[in-house]
Every structure is written in structure tokens, then in C-alpha cells.
């Protein structure tokens, strides 16, 4: 039998604020647009928000054509990243619909596309190394400033 | 390697700051500050109002650029003035006779369109290879894509069309930090209408050699040749020959040649 063909799309949510910020240093921007996003929002809720935007940009065509195949596999709403998996032949019209989404429940966000790839495995290898590097960058901002003032919310596990 | 060539200037510094270091974090490594003025304005006493120090701290080579809006060309000013006091400049035609006179006279870098609106006519490809033919690049800015979705596609297909994918560069002009977007993402789009991959990531290096040719402009000798310094830096200034020659820069290299040479 022939294999289903698909990609999997590794994105992460970018929280913007809505007003600028007064005191804009790379850490506080990071740690600004890194924020969580609602623990509400569920990964049905996300196809559901891609489903729209794809009716919106290429109608019932693309809609049809992805209906069946694309599946939010895993999203978590503290690093606010997750993983689709869609056909191989029309993951772009995901990647496109995803750019241009502009609202998340109400606020503010760019979705950005980290990568692409024909397996999950990838996928969340990338996922792990971005989120190492992230933390790295943080943590030399941390020392140069001198200055602990992230808040500390370890206290609830998983 | 990512560059913004339009970031559009305001008053409001906050707001600049807050894009240059979101662009920052996005990954880009060089922004054009846009001041955006019409073609009657007088260049009399006429000054840049941006200033780059406020954004010195920002990991980011901030640059500036001008956009000259021209409606009527005949009643506008010599544009030589803005020249000497930007990094990159732009025009936009609002008319049909503008972007002829653009496309076949007028020392520019950039030609560029308001994307939320009608282009100001059909565009043809000899007009428009015209400029190619003058290494003039067209710019797609792709901001107007979040707020005019129908006209900003149907424009970049005009653009793309006459252009032959040629001297194609691709750009925020974001006013928003919500506009903002990755190069790579807006290169998914840009495929999706029809830009070949290849051309398509051509566009960064192509802005790259905009942003060369404009500094060296104003900060070189006849626009060839700069010795001893980073001309994308911010110490490059426009030197005479002679100063060239006696800079230390200079002279150290003359004495590592003559050691070579024994």
C-alpha cells in the first residue's frame, strides 16, 4: 500500500503588545512576546482558527483539500509552540494561512513558521534546540544585567 | 542574513525602537528607517529628522531612506538634495507620467507603490524594464497584505508580471509591530503567488545591493571605492583622496604589500 505523503509545520505564537513598550530592551522583548498564551486555547481551537483563515484565503478549494489531512498534533500554551501535520502537497497553503493570522482570542500575535519537515521527529528536535538557544540568550542577558527580576513560576509541574 | 528596507518613520521613538528590536529578534540584521515626503517639498533648509543615535544600543544596523511621492512631475523639485542626505532613495508615482519620468530619468534606488490602493496604471514591461535596465529595483511591500488582502495580491501580481521577477526586493513598511513577519514566512506567501523560488530568495541579496550602493553613494570615492573601513558601519564618512591615503588604514597595508614584495 502506498504511504500517506505529509509535513509536519513547527510554529510558535508570538504575544505583541498592543502599546509599545516603554522600557524596550532584547530581554524584556523576549520575555514580552515569549509570554504564555491562555491555557484556554486548545489545539482544536487552533485547526478550528486555521480552518477559518484558509476558508478566508483560498475558499472552499483549500478548505476541501485539507479538511481530511491536517491535524493539530500537540500544542502547549506555556511555550505557546505546536505541530502540524498536513499533506505534503498542500503545506504551504497552511504556512500562509498561519503568516496571516492576526488575532488569537482577542490578543495581538504573529505566528511564526520554525520549520518544516517530513518528520515529527525533526520536528520536535528543533523545537527542543530553539527553546535551548532561547533560554542560553536569556540567561547571558541575565548575567550582563546583573539583575533576577524574571518571576518565578516553577512552583506548578506538569 | 535578513533586511528591512521600510521601516516608516514616525515621531513616536518608542514605537521605532520597540520594531527595530522585535526585527531584531525576528532575526534580521539590517533596517531602513523610511521618511516618506512629497515631491514639492523645498530642499532649501531642508534636514533629515531621523536620528540614529537614539537606536544605537539595538543590535540592529539601522540605515535611512527617503520616499519622494511624485504626483506631477513637472512641477517638483531637483531631488539631488535628498540624495546627499539619505542612504537609499525611493520614489513613489502616484500618476502615469510620474512613473514614466521615474522609470526613465530619474536617479533613484528603489520605485516602490502604495499596495492598499489601484496601481496608478496598467504597468507595462517596457516601461518597467526600462528601469530594470538601469538597475533600479521595484519594491513589494508586504504590510498590505494584513490590511487590503485582495488588492495588495492582485498589485504584486501587476509587479511581478512586468517586472519578469526581475529586480524584485520585498519589504515590511510595517506601522505596526503586529506586521511584522519573518523573511521566510512572507516568502511562503510570495511563492504562493507565483514568484519562483529561486527569484524569491534572491530578493534579500538584491536589498543588500541596494543598501551597498546608496551608502556608497554618499560615503566612497566615485562610488567605487571605500579603503579601511566597514562602509555599512556608522563611523563611514566621505573622504578626498588624499585623506584616503594617509590614513593609517591605508598605510599599514602599503607596508605589509612592500613586506610581501621583499
Redesign the interface.
Known amino acids: 500500500m502506498v504511504r500517506l505523503k505529509a509535513r509536519y509545520i513547527l510554529f510558535d505564537i508570538l504575544t505583541?503588545?498592543r502599546e509599545?513598550?516603554?522600557r524596550?530592551?532584547?530581554k524584556e522583548?523576549?520575555l514580552t512576546?515569549h509570554s504564555t498564551t491562555s491555557p484556554s486555547l486548545t489545539q482544536r481551537q487552533i485547526a478550528d482558527l486555521i480552518r477559518k483563515q484558509v476558508l478566508k484565503?483560498f475558499g472552499d478549494f483549500g478548505n476541501g483539500v485539507l479538511s481530511s489531512s491536517m491535524v493539530v498534533k500537540y500544542f502547549s500554551s506555556k511555550t505557546s509552540t505546536g505541530i502540524i501535520r498536513c499533506s505534503r502537497d498542500y503545506y504551504?497553503?497552511v504556512?500562509?494561512a498561519?503568516?496571516?493570522i492576526?488575532n488569537v482570542l482577542g490578543k495581538?500575535?504573529?505566528i511564526?513558521?520554525l520549520s518544516v519537515s517530513g518528520t515529527i521527529k525533526k520536528c520536535e528536535q528543533a523545537a527542543i534546540e530553539r527553546n535551548r538557544q532561547l533560554m542560553r540568550k536569556l540567561n547571558t542577558k541575565i548575567e550582563e544585567d546583573g539583575i533576577l527580576d524574571i518571576d518565578e513560576d516553577d512552583e506548578d509541574t506538569d | 542574513m535578513m533586511i528591512d528596507l521600510n521601516i516608516p518613520y514616525t515621531t513616536?521613538t518608542?514605537?521605532l525602537?520597540?520594531q527595530l528590536?522585535?526585527l531584531?529578534?525576528?532575526g534580521y540584521t539590517h533596517a531602513a528607517i523610511n521618511h516618506t515626503i512629497q515631491h514639492s517639498t523645498s530642499p532649501s533648509g531642508f534636514v533629515n529628522p531621523i536620528d540614529l543615535s537614539l537606536f544605537k544600543d539595538?543590535?540592529i544596523k539601522v540605515f535611512t531612506r527617503v520616499t519622494i511621492v511624485v504626483d506631477e512631475p513637472a512641477q517638483g523639485q531637483s531631488i539631488n538634495k535628498f540624495v546627499q542626505l539619505y542612504d537609499i532613495v525611493a520614489v513613489l508615482p502616484t500618476s502615469e507620467r510620474a512613473l514614466l519620468m521615474a522609470c526613465s530619468s530619474m536617479e533613484v534606488d528603489v520605485i516602490t507603490f502604495h499596495y492598499t490602493k489601484r496601481l496608478p496604471t496598467f504597468l507595462k514591461h517596457k516601461t518597467i524594464g526600462n528601469a530594470i535596465s538601469r538597475g533600479i529595483h521595484l519594491e513589494i511591500v508586504y504590510s498590505a497584505?494584513?490590511a487590503e488582502?485582495c488588492q495588495f495580491m492582485s498589485n504584486v501580481l501587476n509587479v511581478i508580471r512586468s517586472s519578469r521577477q526581475q529586480n524584485l526586493i520585498i519589504s515590511s513598511g510595517a506601522s505596526r509591530?503586529?506586521?511584522?513577519?519573518?523573511m521566510?514566512?512572507?516568502y511562503?506567501?510570495m511563492?504562493?503567488l507565483g514568484l519562483k523560488r529561486n527569484s524569491v530568495t534572491q530578493c534579500t541579496k538584491r536589498s543588500l545591493r541596494v543598501l551597498l550602493n546608496g551608502r556608497l553613494r554618499n560615503h566612497s570615492y566615485k562610488q567605487t571605492v571605500q579603503i579601511g573601513e566597514d562602509v555599512m558601519g556608522d563611523v563611514a564618512l566621505k573622504r578626498s583622496i588624499d585623506q584616503v591615503q594617509h590614513s593609517s588604514a591605508f598605510q599599514a597595508h602599503l607596508s605589509s604589500l612592500k613586506k610581501l614584495k621583499r
Not at chain 2, 509591530?177 to 519573518?182: A, F, G, K, T
Request: aromatic content about 4%; hydrophobic content about 45%; charged content about 15%.
Open positions: 505583541v503588545p509599545p513598550l516603554t524596550c530592551t532584547e522583548l523576549l512576546i484565503l504551504q497553503m504556512c500562509c498561519l503568516t496571516t492576526t495581538d500575535v504573529i511564526r513558521v | 513616536n518608542q514605537l525602537r520597540n528590536q522585535l531584531a529578534t525576528l539595538i543590535d497584505l494584513f488582502p509591530l503586529l506586521y511584522l513577519r519573518s521566510k514566512d512572507i511562503t506567501v511563492e504562493q
